[in-house]
């Protein structure tokens, strides 16, 4: 089966301009997930989808990042205006929500994006 | 949340068993034990979870203590291919909303 796309795999920007980014999840994972990994530590979750509704953007900083899943499918988050702590890699996970045989939650990752404010 | 302690590095000999700790003491009794690892450059990739009864799968196998308050992540043979972070997590049940947070990891090196 095909992996979770994303693109692009690198940007670079000057802080306050503005960037997108796009995930592709597995086909028929209802849920999609959102991190965001700052160099050094673990993924943090900004937000999680089931099927287009929100389940959790309470780490999301809604002043400058936004997130949407029109139909239930692709992704895309943005930030605008892009600050300097923004640098990290974005993560785009999906999950077919517990109903893997064992009943636990499993993620699968993309490869990443990889986001630098100059 | 179910918080885990892992050690931040290990490093192990090319071809030798890697045994990589986990502890959870405040895990309650319906939360699943997972591991993933993070190669470089790559997003985490799912590696096994579990229960309560130790499990067995072609990339690791998994220990889960009988009180549940520690794991083992047993890598049979490293390979250079293993040299990675790998994190413990503990998932919260809790239907619908997110339950899989990461930490810090152990970065496992791998020596020839």
């Known amino acids: 089966e095909a992996g979770v796309a994303q693109s692009p795999r690198y940007k670079i920007i000057e802080k306050r301009q503005s960037v997108a980014f796009w995930c592709n999840p597995i086909?028929?994972?209802?849920?999609l997930y959102w991190y965001q990994q700052i160099l050094g530590q673990g993924p943090k979750l900004l937000i999680q989808f089931q099927n287009n509704g929100v389940v959790d953007d309470s780490q999301l900083p809604k002043d400058r990042f936004s997130a949407e899943r029109l139909k239930g499918v692709d992704s895309t988050l943005k930030i605008q205006p892009a600050k300097l702590e923004d640098s990290a890699v974005y993560l785009c996970?999906?999950?077919?929500?517990?109903?893997?045989?064992?009943?636990?939650?499993?993620?699968?990752f993309g490869a990443g994006s990889r986001l630098t404010v100059l | 949340d179910a918080k885990t302690t892992q050690p931040n590095s290990m490093e192990s000999n090319e071809e030798e068993p890697v045994h990589l700790p986990c502890n959870h003491s405040?895990?309650?009794?319906?939360?699943?034990i997972h591991w993933y690892r993070q190669l470089p450059s790559q997003g985490p990739e799912y590696v096994i979870h579990g229960l309560t009864s130790n499990v067995n799968n072609r990339m690791a196998s998994l220990a889960i203590a009988e009180d549940r308050k520690s794991s083992t992540l047993i890598l049979h043979r490293a390979t250079l291919r293993d040299a990675a972070v790998y994190y413990c997590?503990?998932?919260?049940?809790?239907?619908?909303?997110?339950?899989?947070?990461f930490g810090t990891g152990t970065r496992l090196t791998v020596i020839p």
């Open positions: 996970a999906s999950s077919a929500g517990r109903r893997f045989l064992s009943g636990a939650n499993v993620l699968t």
């Open positions: 086909s028929g994972h209802a849920t």
């Open positions: 997590i503990g998932e919260r049940d809790q239907t619908g909303a997110n339950n899989l947070f």
């Open positions: 405040t895990i309650s009794g319906t939360d699943y």
